[in-house]
Nanobody, 123 residues
Framework: QVQLVESGGGLVQAGGSLRLSCAASGSIFSRILSRNIMGWYRQAPGKQRELVATITSGSNTNYADSVKGRFTISRDNAKNTVYLQMNKLKPEDTAVYYC?????????????WGHGTLVTVSS
């Protein structure tokens, strides 16, 4: 029902920057959505998946403490695309980053995940 395609991961040195993108598509976006939250989560080797940042369709944002001041989430509602600008990257930011869409329409709730994109930060 929803397809999420991530891009922008890669290898970067500590202190560098990367920008992730996630394009969402699906018939649900043709409906009126009472909830439309998109976000990024990450999972490092041997660790649980954790929240990085979320953004509502009204551009209200929420960040994990570990990325505040370094990462910026934004979205283009017309394109159903969410971005994550990552600056001042640290080796501990190394993880697979997953895009998430948390939606509610008249037909119900939907929580969708992308396949993930790997971010590796070298020291």
């Amino acid at each position: 029902q929803v397809q999420l395609v991530e891009s922008g991961g890669g290898l970067v040195q500590a202190g560098g920057s990367l920008r992730l993108s996630c394009a969402a598509s699906g018939s649900i976006f043709s409906r009126i959505l009472s909830r439309n939250i998109m976000g990024w989560y990450r999972q490092a080797p041997g660790k649980q998946r954790e929240l990085v940042a979320t953004i509502t369709s009204g551009s209200n944002t929420n960040y994990a403490d570990s990325v505040k001041g370094r990462f910026t989430i934004s979205r283009d509602n017309a394109k159903n695309t969410v971005y994550l600008q990552m600056n001042k990257l640290k080796p501990e930011d190394t993880a697979v980053y997953y895009c998430n869409a948390n939606l509610r329409s008249t037909t119900g709730n939907l929580d969708a995940w992308g396949h993930g994109t790997l971010v590796t930060v070298s020291s």
